[in-house]
C-alpha cells in the first residue's frame, strides 16, 4: 500500500519542485535527478531510491503554481511518484496529465508522512487514521491519458486502433 512520504504547505510552485537553475535540462531521463532539488533531504532520498514506485506527495491547495514549466511533471513522474492535493494549478495538471503523472484532486486530504493511502474510484482512504476522502472525478478522455502513460502513449494506441 503506497505511504505518505511528505506532506507539503499549499502554493507549492513549479520552481519548488524543478528550480529554474535546471530548466536547460528537459530531457525526461534527466530532469528527475532535480525534483526538489532546494529540498535536499528529499532531494537525496529521491535520488538513492529510498521510496518505492508509487510513493504519495500529499500537498494542500494550489500544488504547482507559478509557471508552465513541465520539467517539474517530468521530474516527478520519473520517480513514479502520485500526488494528491486538495487542488493543483491548471497548467501544473495539464502538463501532469500529458505526462502521465498520477495526479488525485482530494479538496479534503488529511495525511502525515508514513500514513498509508488507498485508492479507489472516487475516494480516497486514509488506512492510517481510517478516514476516507471523496475525489475530484477528472473526465473521462483526461484520465484515460493519465492511464495510458502521457499523451504521446495514449495518442500512439488512438491510431494503431484505427490503422485496424
Known amino acids: ?35 526538489f ?34 520539467q517539474a511533471a517530468s521530474a516527478l513522474k520519473g520517480y513514479d511518484l502520485t500526488i494528491v492535493a486538495r487542488s493543483m494549478s491548471r497548467i501544473f495538471l495539464q502538463n501532469a496529465i500529458n505526462l502521465g503523472l498520477n495526479v488525485v484532486l482530494c479538496p479534503g486530504i488529511e495525511a502525515e508522512e508514513g500514513h498509508e493511502l488507498a485508492f479507489e474510484a472516487g475516494k480516497v482512504t486514509n488506512v492510517t487514521t481510517g478516514r476516507t476522502f471523496e475525489t475530484v472525478r477528472l473526465p473521462e478522455a483526461r484520465q484515460a491519458i493519465i492511464d495510458a502513460g502521457g499523451l504521446i502513449p495514449y495518442t500512439r494506441k488512438r491510431l494503431l486502433q484505427t490503422a485496424r
Not at 511528505?6 to 528537459?26: K, Q
Not at 528529499?42 to 506527495?57: C, D, H, Q, R, T
Request: hydrophobic letters at 30%.
Open 1 to 35: 500500500m503506497p505511504n505518505v512520504i511528505i506532506t507539503l504547505e499549499a502554493d507549492i510552485s513549479t520552481d519548488d519542485i524543478y528550480p529554474g537553475r535546471y530548466m536547460a535540462t528537459v530531457l525526461p531521463t534527466e530532469t528527475p535527478q532535480y525534483c
Open 37 to 70: 532539488a532546494n529540498r535536499t533531504d528529499l532531494n537525496e532520498k529521491l535520488k538513492s531510491g529510498a521510496f518505492p514506485k508509487g510513493s504519495v506527495i500529499v500537498a494542500d491547495q494550489n500544488f504547482g503554481c507559478g509557471s508552465s514549466r513541465e
